[in-house]
């Protein structure tokens, strides 16, 4: 099935068993055509803009919304104005909302997102020309076609937003068709013939309308719980000596504010689904607020982001085997990246081993079941873990320990200090309190920070900084917000 087809069935049918055969059949497209689509397709919709209805609210940034479907744009200008926002004169009278100097490469105005709908099925852009805004600042003329151009958005299946290569022109007040496409984003240009013909010219934009269909924000909740499903209740995957197994929010969103300023507008058309993730843009997000301000002051305390919910990549240590029969029980393996954080223990309890601490193993045993898929008791090895009894919670999800992490002799990779180094992901540094700058390190854009092991010596806690050398922590600091240190998890896969 093509794009094209695919694209009109999502939007000419009413009945919620055929959207859902859709919604799978599309990840063979490697497009999210269904991207928002959470529900049933509702009927056409529409919204314009214009200098009455839309408000600058931060910089570069438009919203307006309606009843069905919530919309957010992004307006692009470059250092010498060439891109203005305010009141401008309009051919005919009245006043226009924007104003185009130049060509793509310095400006344009897109749709960072269309909160709730399955397609764009039209765009009707009311325009005019100013030949000499300097000198006539109130002389317009009628626009004419090719004046402004638009191009179409999808998202592909890594979530990148493909913007055709091919621009269309616009002519002035009529309606674009995208019915045969429908796709969920856009974006308008102005010309650079223009702008080469007049040098003080510009293009005033009175009105933009976009019709489209809405799917219902009331999805059920079986389609939802089938998604994410479909998605991550999967098998362990082999890729080289490595694995990808369950699930965990890792990645900011790049329009996480959108989501939050959508979120704090109608909390009641956000539905989550049982392990409390959110189906946005045909992918799974975690609204988490932030415990501190992570590296840099990236965060700001107690404000709320969105997180990609995203495979977990683990990364081979070692394999195990029977000792009589030789056959291989496991993989152990530990997660590539810093997930989440933890204090190792509650205030007062001065733990002597992994197993007697009351925050750590307790939050592990939380992970393991929060972040694996349905089989994961028949698919990790359990037994036999060091400091643990066999078949105890503690053994089915851990930190690693001093010895692995300090083996000078073994393959694991640890026995230089670089190898011990492990980056964080975003969830876990917004979900940590703060830790002095000194507790991060950057590299190309990874961030790497302090995590724990599950080893003690005398009454002290293991764990790895920043440049991946080890230290211990006393058990009263343990217990501390200020040791709210990153999270490994390490497991062993039966395969």
Not at 196 to 224: F, H, M, P, Q, W
Not at 449 to 458: D, E, V
Request: charge should be negative; include cysteine.
């Amino acid at each position: 099935m093509n794009k094209k087809s695919l694209l009109l069935m999502l939007t000419a049918t009413f009945c919620a068993a055929v959207v859902a055969t859709t919604l799978f059949a599309s990840n063979n497209l490697g497009i999210n055509a269904f991207a928002l689509n959470r529900g049933v397709p509702a009927s056409e919709y529409s919204i314009t803009m214009s200098a009455t209805n839309c408000t600058k609210v931060t910089s570069n940034l438009l919203r307006s919304s309606t009843d069905s479907g919530s919309w957010s744009f992004n307006f692009y200008k470059t250092g010498d104005a060439r891109v203005s926002y305010g009141s401008f004169p309009f051919y005919g009278g009245g006043e226009a909302f924007l104003s185009f100097r130049d060509n793509d490469s310095y400006s344009y105005l897109n749709n960072a997102s269309g909160h709730g709908i399955s397609g764009i099925t039209s765009i009707t852009v009311d325009y005019c020309r100013q030949t000499n805004y300097v000198d006539n600042p109130t002389d317009t003329s009628g626009g004419e076609v090719g004046d402004l151009k638009i191009l179409f958005g999808y998202v592909d299946s890594q979530g990148s937003l493909l913007y055709e290569t091919t621009s269309h022109d616009l002519s002035p007040d009529t309606p674009y068709d995208m019915s045969d496409l429908e796709p969920r984003y856009f974006k308008i240009t102005g010309s650079k013939d223009f702008k080469t013909e007049y040098t003080n010219g510009r293009i005033n934009i009175k009105s933009i309308k976009i019709c489209y269909s809405c799917d219902s924000l009331r999805t059920d909740a079986a389609v939802r719980e089938d998604l994410f499903s479909d998605q991550f209740d999967v098998e362990p995957i082999k890729v080289g000596n490595d694995w990808t197994y369950g699930y965990y929010p890792q990645t900011l969103s790049d329009i996480s504010e959108v989501y939050e300023a959508l979120y704090q507008e109608n909390p009641e058309s956000f539905l989550p689904l049982d392990n409390g993730y959110y189906l946005l843009d045909g992918d799974f997000f975690k609204r988490a607020q932030a415990k501190g301000t992570g590296y840099n002051n990236e965060y700001v305390k107690d404000e709320y982001y969105w997180f990609k919910v995203e495979p977990v990549t683990w990364r081979y240590i070692d394999a195990k085997y029977d000792s009589a029969t030789l056959k291989r029980l496991c993989y152990v393996v530990t997660s590539e990246k810093i997930l989440d954080t933890s204090i190792f223990d509650t205030a007062g309890n001065n733990p002597t081993s992994y197993t007697t601490s009351t925050a750590l193993g307790v939050f592990m045993n939380a992970l393991y079941n929060k972040m694996l898929p349905s089989n994961r008791d028949s698919r990790l090895y359990s037994g036999n873990l060091s400091g643990a009894p066999e078949n105890d919670m503690y053994a089915k999800m851990f930190p690693l320990s001093y010895s692995t992490l300090y083996d000078k002799n073994s393959n694991y990779g640890f026995h230089y200090t670089s190898g011990r180094v492990a980056y964080s992901t975003d969830y876990a540094r917004c979900n940590s309190y703060d830790l002095p700058l000194s507790g991060y390190a950057e590299d190309n854009g990874n961030i790497s920070m302090y995590y724990w092991t599950r080893s003690f010596s005398g009454g002290n806690i293991y764990h790895v900084v920043e440049d991946g050398q080890l230290f211990l922590t006393g058990a009263s600091y343990a217990a501390s917000y200020a040791a709210w240190l990153g999270v490994r998890p390490a497991c062993r896969i039966i395969s």
